[in-house]
Antibody, heavy 117, light 104 residues
């Protein structure tokens, strides 16, 4: 069974940085596009970033372009999100998800990022 | 960019009833790219329907999806207590705002 486990969330001051990790289990990680999706408090789901199998293609929502970087290490079955210049509006639960059949499936349990002074 | 609109925003139903959730796209989309998710507080979102009408692995047959073009529907026949959650439709990198299905 495919599983994803995120880590790395926490409290960070505005302007600070944080690196999220997502460990993948139970499927050939290197064969799939992967994504990060977030949910701000009281809001809906918002796609953040995509990465293809060999990191040659990366896409971001406009609000994080130039601040966030998605990456992966296929040897470690891991996905990452480096978040710099964090803002209060980046406060959210961040989920990693596998892209499969044009869907997000499965999802990790999420990691909370709080940007506050 | 395509915008997805979901209605109603909140749906109050009783267990055993039939729930109909709507997702409307701002322009025609390919059915292959329309999915539905169930999201409960504190849990990972869960894929329910992909390709507009295909149930994901392990999803009970009381869940069904239909539609084409710009109008899509998720139907839950015979609501069970565990079905009360927020449901999102999705196409490519766009999610709808969600429908909260609550117990009446």
């Amino acid at each position: 069974e495919a599983q994803l486990v995120e880590s790395g969330g926490g409290l960070v001051q505005p302007g600070g940085s944080l690196r999220l990790s997502c460990a993948a289990f139970g499927f050939p990680f290197s064969s799939y596009w992967m994504s990060w999706v977030r949910q701000a408090p009281g809001k809906g789901l918002e796609w953040v970033a995509n990465i293809n199998q060999d990191e040659s293609e990366k896409y971001y929502v406009d609000s994080v372009k130039g601040r966030f970087t998605i990456s992966r290490d296929n040897a470690k079955n891991s996905l990452y999100l480096q978040m710099n210049s964090l803002r209060a509006e980046d406060t959210a639960v961040y989920y990693c998800a596998r892209r499969h059949r044009n869907c997000f499936d499965p999802w990790g349990q999420g990691t909370l990022v709080t940007v506050s002074s | 960019d395509i915008v997805l609109t979901q209605s109603p925003g909140t749906l109050s139903m009783s267990p055993g009833e039939r729930a109909t959730l709507s997702c409307r796209a701002s322009q025609t989309i390919i059915s292959t790219y329309l999915a539905w998710y169930q999201h409960k507080p504190g849990q990972a979102p869960r894929l329910i329907i992909y390709g507009a009408s295909n149930r994901a692995t392990g999803i009970p047959d009381r869940f069904s999806g239909s539609g084409s073009g710009t109008d899509f529907t998720l139907t839950i026949s015979g609501l069970e207590p565990e079905d009360f959650a927020v449901y999102y439709c999705q196409q490519f990198n766009t999610f709808g705002p969600g429908t909260k299905l609550e117990i009446k």
